[in-house]
């Protein structure tokens, strides 16, 4: 089992639409979770940074932890063309040393107008 | 603006020539990192500086050497690319271990 998995998609929604884009993971030491957005053959952009459970928001953007359940969430409200790309979940905790980032293999993400 | 900046963006290198990719970043962060990033996959760490301590990951080809001769600058060598690493590399800055990461926009390597 890998420590985070993510579904890679393709998820087609139409511009307007709400998006809602998961990830699991298997230990619960993990503490910081982080969402970013890729770009096709472009770096990771850091989207949504948060620490421990809860929520928080920044724009059209919703991040969600829910620590109980190992889940994490983030949503995307009014949705554009220009959200296209692939999203990947990444977070880390004691157990790795604070060291690195252990990604989700990302989520690609289609908006038609 | 500050931002952390990979030079080439791409990269054409024949099989077993050496090749050094650089990274440069204005964030003045303690960490540097190198990622391999392969089609359809999670950037796979390779190293990473601590200030100067150097931390390599346990199953990253010796082939792979990185240098850091200040704060701002971190390099990327590969000594005998072989075709299966061909990838995008990408270079990334932390304040501090664990913490968010900044990518900079990827060095795209093809190796003939």
């Known amino acids: 089992q890998k420590e985070v998995e993510q579904d890679p998609g393709p998820l087609s929604v139409p511009e307007g639409a709400i998006v809602s884009l998961n990830c699991t993971y298997s230990n619960s030491a993990f503490q910081y979770f982080m969402w970013y957005r890729q770009y096709s053959r472009k770096g990771p952009e850091l989207l949504m940074y948060t620490y421990s459970s809860g929520n928080k928001e920044d724009g059209r953007f919703t991040a969600q932890v829910d620590k109980s359940s190992k889940y994490i969430s983030l949503f995307i409200r009014d949705s554009q063309p220009s959200d296209s790309a692939t999203y990947l979940c990444a977070m880390s905790g004691m157990n790795t040393g604070f060291q690195k980032l252990v990604f989700g293999t990302g989520t690609r993400l289609l908006v038609s107008p | 603006d500050a931002m952390v900046i990979q030079n080439p963006r791409y990269q054409v290198t024949q099989f077993g020539k050496p090749v050094t990719l650089s990274c440069s970043q204005t964030?003045?962060?303690?960490?540097m990192y190198w990622y391999q990033q392969k089609s359809s996959q999670a950037p796979k760490l390779l190293f990473h500086y601590y200030d100067k301590d150097f931390n390599n990951e346990a199953d990253t080809p010796d082939n792979f050497q990185s240098r850091r001769p200040n704060t701002s600058f971190c390099f990327l060598d590969i000594r005998s690319p072989g075709l299966g690493d061909a990838a995008m590399y990408l270079c990334?800055?932390?304040?501090?271990?664990?913490?968010?990461?900044?990518f900079g926009a990827g060095t795209r390597l093809s190796v003939l």
């Open positions: 964030l003045n962060h303690n960490v």
């Open positions: 990334a800055t932390s304040r501090d271990r664990g913490r968010d990461q900044y």
